[in-house]
């Protein structure tokens, strides 16, 4: 019995340190935990046609690489569907500030803006205060260090 448990437990460990390396790496989009949807499911095309978050639903949804994205409206569906980078949040989803900053934090769908016709979401309203203090300068940064963070 001692054996099979330190055989079972060997099998185990190692099964593990194989599975590390997949685990070292962030998604290029940012969908949360156990979650394969993008913008936590906020209409992306809202921000831009309405000027304010708007959560979708699974009557309009589409899969733009490898992540759902959910749509308030047939029309914004088709939108998304006929230019997708126009309407994607910059540094998939994650946090402009964060980013800047060399590191990832989820992007929060209530704290956005719209500069340059880009969309960009910020982790929380104290973030997204720090992030209005020098917007230019944090997207350059952010650029910078654009998807290098996700290796970190």
């Not at 913008?39 to 690489?65: I, L, M, N, W």
């Not at 946090?95 to 989820?106: E, F, G, K």
Request: hydrophobic share 40%; charged share 20%; glycine share 8%.
């Amino acid at each position: 019995m001692r054996k099979l448990f330190f055989a079972l437990t060997l099998a185990f460990a190692a099964a593990l340190s194989f599975a590390a390396p997949a685990f070292a790496d962030e998604r290029p989009v940012h969908t949360g935990f156990a979650s394969n949807v993008g913008a936590s499911g906020y209409d992306v095309v809202a921000y831009f046609t309405d000027g304010r978050p708007v959560r979708g639903t699974t009557q309009f949804k589409t899969t733009h690489e490898g992540v759902e994205y959910r749509f308030a409206s047939a029309e914004h569906l088709a939108a998304f569907r006929a230019a997708p980078a126009r309407y994607l949040p910059q540094y998939g989803g994650y946090c402009a500030w964060a980013i800047s900053q060399n590191y990832t934090a989820p992007g929060n769908a209530n704290n956005w803006r719209i500069v340059d016709g880009k969309l960009y979401l910020n982790y929380n309203d104290e973030i997204q205060r720090r992030w209005e203090a020098n917007i230019p300068g944090f997207i350059r940064d952010a650029n910078t260090n654009w998807p290098g963070v996700l290796s970190r």
